[in-house]
């Protein structure tokens, strides 16, 4: 407290209005392979927050067959019932799907480098020509001249622009010599006119006298930009004339008319190309054609703006998703602008960079450097250790020359060569799946569950082809009771047998189990269920702990943890249409008691498919036997740590100790008022922290709970009595 020393008014605010956090007990963290999306472990990764069905599909993409275990089809119906879970993709040196763009020139004239550039009429005079009668004449200065300039894109099956630029005689500069009539100062009369964004730009015109360009919007070997010449006669009548070198053609051929069509370039893409990569590896980035006619995966798309800019596109599913403007100028060089690291990434699909090579043999170098690209000219002479080769004249000398006006060639790209990176062998299966903690503090697989910041309350990794199942299910367990954070949930695999397999499974008596399960963090279903799925309009045989995680979340969205997720209230099915074996009463006695641990999946006459057992795996009678007790412990250790981080270094005295009775006292009262508890107490007193643990900085404080028993077994004693026997 601080000393006043003097007389005044002060005022001091302490903040004591401590009350329980609220936790989300129905976050489900599920672990297995997809055919896109986020690995967990790279890039800083870690499990990915999945909020809705569309989102688990547009970021991991669909489910397939060839896509080992059921992660992505158990997420899909779980994900039905909660917004809340963590994807943890696992892969084992997958690739990602790339694209190598074309590089190629743009097709250009220069203007000359002094400011006359000569325009001469056709020889032998006449009424159409500007020299009709006398060169010089006064009819002949007063006349307009106009320029069309054509762009097409690289097929020339498409007009990119066209425009017209009228020169009117208050603007035009005529003189004539040797014959001849002369546009004077070409550069300016024209410069002040194009429109640089669509059909092209003078560059580097710092003043009449420096050598300009005009320059088409599409680059490659198809793509055409055309100059028309024709001027005003007496008779208002538009005609042609030729040009007497009035324009170098730069990457084209052609001769000197009226009507003069310089083509474009390409640039020897096996010496360099510009490289699109998938943001992750999976085949769901090759692009292609599905059965039913719709387009998978990535391509980029280049398009052509004009000058020094190209629309770059990238299109998810053959619909555009994403839009990047970028050329040759400060701040809007490609590199920078798509960005070429995931670091520096500013697209969610792909990162991409200048590349030397090809993709033939895998041959591709992508780690060729880029420097700031500063002139629009030769935009690519800076790229480190490779010397671009052009196909084409750029100089007027014959075969091929450093490139200028380099672009992306228009057209589409369709990414491919990417895989999922699932293994081939069940070791490196399960070996991927369990995960690992990596050098740089990364984790995969189902190390990527331990992480308190997730808050995962269900765990599960489903479905056949997961690899060494045993090794699997234990170490998912075995996080599960490491970090006391999540309830871990297994079945036999498809196709086990009777039910007496299936229990001898469980007990560690089968070819694929060696070693019983006997834990309180595990929960064990079965049978597999027969579910129509609509990606390919077939009907496939699930995992069952899939349900058993949809129907807690579902729980806990009409109830509480604490409730049971079984029986036809809170655990019947709908979706599936069958059972894998059907389950009598004896059967399900044997499952359920007698030491084993099975939760029984019953197609019931009239009442349909149902969840019927709510056991954990611990084969000890506790009231931790049960799976609605050890989710509530789970949900009240949650929030005891969450609501009383702010206690730690606070004096170790009674105030401190009633500041904790007061924060878990009406958290447990409200459980019990919702049916979890029926009696509880908490101590935090001098009994508690004794002067030993005092001195130890400890401070210890004990809570009593009796949980609510759920009522399995209702039985009701039905008694007959004589006439004369007296019922109260």
Aim: proline share 5%; with cysteine; charged share 15%.
């Amino acid at each position: 407290m601080p000393n006043f020393v003097s007389p005044g008014v002060y005022v001091i605010e302490k903040d004591i209005s401590d009350y329980p956090v609220t936790i989300n007990s129905s976050v489900v963290g599920i672990v297995g392979f997809a055919g896109r999306g986020p690995v967990a472990g790279t890039n800083e990764q870690k499990a990915t927050l999945i909020t809705s069905p569309q989102q688990l599909i547009d970021t991991f993409g669909e489910p397939s067959e060839d896509i080992k275990g059921q992660a992505l089809e158990g997420a899909l119906e779980i994900l039905e019932t909660t917004d809340s879970m963590r994807f943890i993709r696992c892969a084992s040196d997958a690739i990602n799907a790339s694209a190598l763009t074309t590089i190629g020139g743009c097709p250009a004239f220069s203007i000359s480098g002094t400011q006359y550039a000569p325009i001469a009429p056709n020889s032998g005079g006449g009424g159409a020509n500007i020299g009709m009668s006398a060169i010089g004449s006064a009819d002949d200065t007063t006349s307009s001249v106009r320029f069309t300039i054509t762009a097409y894109d690289k097929a020339r099956t498409k007009t990119v622009d066209a425009k017209v630029y009228t020169i009117p005689p208050s603007t035009l500069s005529l003189s004539s010599s040797n014959g001849a009539t002369t546009i004077l100062g070409l550069q300016k009369v024209l410069g002040g006119s194009l429109d640089a964004d669509k059909i092209g730009a003078f560059a580097d015109s710092n003043s009449l006298n420096a050598s300009s360009f005009l320059v088409g919007l599409a680059a490659g070997d198809a793509a055409t930009i055309e100059v028309k010449a024709e001027i005003l006669d007496g008779n208002s009548t538009w005609h042609g004339f030729d040009m007497i070198a009035p324009l170098n053609m730069v990457g084209a051929s052609g001769t000197a008319a009226s009507s003069t069509t310089a083509s474009g370039t390409s640039v020897d893409t096996t010496s360099v190309s510009y490289l699109a990569k998938s943001l992750w590896p999976g085949e769901g980035y090759n692009a292609g054609t599905k059965s039913d006619g719709s387009t998978s995966g990535v391509s980029f798309e280049v398009k052509a703006i004009g000058g020094h800019t190209t629309n770059n596109q990238v299109n998810d599913l053959g619909v555009a998703a994403e839009d990047f403007k970028a050329g040759t100028v400060s701040a809007s060089f490609l590199e920078d602008v798509i960005g070429t690291t995931y670091a520096g990434r500013t697209s969610n699909y792909i990162t991409a960079n200048f590349a030397s090579g090809s993709n033939a043999g895998g041959t591709l170098d992508d780690t060729l450097g880029v420097t700031a690209i500063t002139s629009f000219e030769k935009p690519l002479t800076s790229l480190v250790g490779t010397a671009l080769t052009i196909v084409g004249d750029q100089t007027g000398a014959a075969g091929p020359a450093d490139p200028r006006f380099v672009k992306l060639v228009q057209g589409t790209y369709n990414l491919g060569g990417g895989t999922n990176g699932i293994p081939t062998t069940d070791a490196a299966v399960a070996t991927a799946i369990i995960g690992a903690v990596q050098s740089d503090g990364g984790k995969t697989g189902i190390e990527a569950m331990d992480d308190p910041v997730l808050n995962i309350s269900i765990g599960l990794a489903p479905g056949p082809g997961v690899g060494d199942l045993q090794n699997v299910q234990n170490a998912l367990i075995t996080k599960a009771e490491a970090t006391t954070d999540f309830l871990a949930l297994l079945s036999p695999p498809y196709a086990i047998g009777t039910p007496g397999d299936a229990i001898n499974w469980s007990n560690g008596f089968a070819t694929q189990r060696t070693a019983a399960i006997n834990s309180s963090y595990g929960a064990i279903y079965w049978p597999w269920l027969k579910v129509f799925q609509v990606f390919d309009g077939k009907d496939r045989w699930l995992a069952p702990e899939i349900y058993g995680a949809r129907q807690i979340t579902f729980t806990d969205s009409v109830s509480d943890p604490w409730f049971a997720p079984a029986g036809f209230v809170r655990g019947r099915l709908t979706k599936p249409t069958d059972v894998e074996v059907i389950l009598n009463q004896g059967d399900r006695d044997s499952m359920y008691s007698g030491g084993n641990c099975l939760n029984p999946i019953v197609n019931f006459p009239q009442n349909g498919i149902a969840i019927f057992g709510q056991r954990t795996s611990q084969r000890q009678p506790t009231a931790l036997d049960r799976i609605n007790v050890r989710r509530m412990m789970i949900y009240i250790k949650k929030q005891i740590l969450a609501s009383t981080q702010r206690l730690v270094f606070e004096p170790n005295d009674p105030i401190t100790w009633e500041r904790v009775v007061t924060l878990i006292q009406p958290m447990l009262a409200d459980i019990s008022m919702r049916r979890g508890i029926t009696e509880f107490k908490v101590v935090c007193d001098e009994t508690t922290n004794t002067p030993v643990r005092v001195d130890r900085n400890e401070m210890w404080c004990k809570v009593l709970i009796k949980p609510t028993k759920t009522a399995e077994m209702v039985v009701f004693e039905l008694n007959l009595t004589n006439q004369s026997a007296q019922i109260a």
